[in-house]
């Protein structure tokens, strides 16, 4: 898994360092240039998947944010895993059926660093912390146990194409590192990401739509 991690960096590196011999702004002025624009509020649903110990499982979230004249976002979402991923434990011999359960809270940071013609690349960060836990699926009060805080960092890198001024769709990969981890629950869930997306940019149907409006 850290060889994985490093590759990714490497690659992130390189290309942005491409970008920059492609006469492209520096990172600073260009996320300094980012924030003196007026920022504009977003909110988001997306999903996104890893792996636990080879399982692919998948991780839904909600976002609210702040944009930046289209190049820089920063905001906190929640993030939760899909309920019924089962695992089987044993106790004093027996064998108990117990639900993995992971949630938590991330600060995230956007910077598209490329944005030409309909292409977009986009570089999301994300620092989260909450909790994962375990519960008995066969107690009737779904007992909750091995709850522990977990932290976790999360880089990505994400190709958008844009279409019909007011739609995107793309996808990307990335890294979960568990920089906290629950030692009471053996599944592994550091691991790649990857996900698909699809927007509708309801900012700008909304000024055209105002646009239109006023004349």
């Not at 636990?52 to 930046?68: D, H, Q």
Request: proline share 4%; aromatic share 14%.
């Amino acid at each position: 898994m850290r060889i994985f991690a490093f590759i990714a960096i490497v690659f992130c590196v390189s290309f942005c360092a491409e970008a920059q011999d492609a006469d492209l702004p520096s990172l600073t002025d260009s996320v300094r240039s980012a924030f003196a624009e007026e920022p504009r509020l977003i909110a988001r649903l997306n999903t996104h998947n890893a792996f636990v110990t080879g399982r692919p499982i998948r991780t839904y979230g909600a976002k609210l944010g702040l944009s930046y004249g289209e190049r820089v976002t920063v905001g906190l979402g929640y993030n939760w895993m899909r309920h019924g991923e089962s695992v089987i434990r044993q106790t004093n011999g027996i064998d108990e059926l117990r639900e993995l359960r992971m949630a938590y809270v991330s600060f995230f940071f956007e910077y598209s660093f490329l944005y030409r013609k309909n292409w977009q690349i986009i570089i999301p960060v994300s620092c989260g912390v909450g909790r994962n836990r375990e519960l008995l699926s066969e107690t009737p009060s779904r007992t909750s146990v091995n709850s522990r805080a977990i932290v976790l960092y999360e880089p990505a890198m994400i190709a958008e194409y844009h279409f019909l001024r007011y739609f995107g769709i793309g996808a990307g990969v990335g890294f979960r590192l568990m920089i906290v981890s629950n030692r009471e629950i053996p599944e592994q869930f550091t691991a790649p990401t990857w996900q698909l997306r699809f927007r509708v940019k309801l900012g700008q149907i909304r000024r055209d739509f105002e646009e239109r409006m006023s004349n």
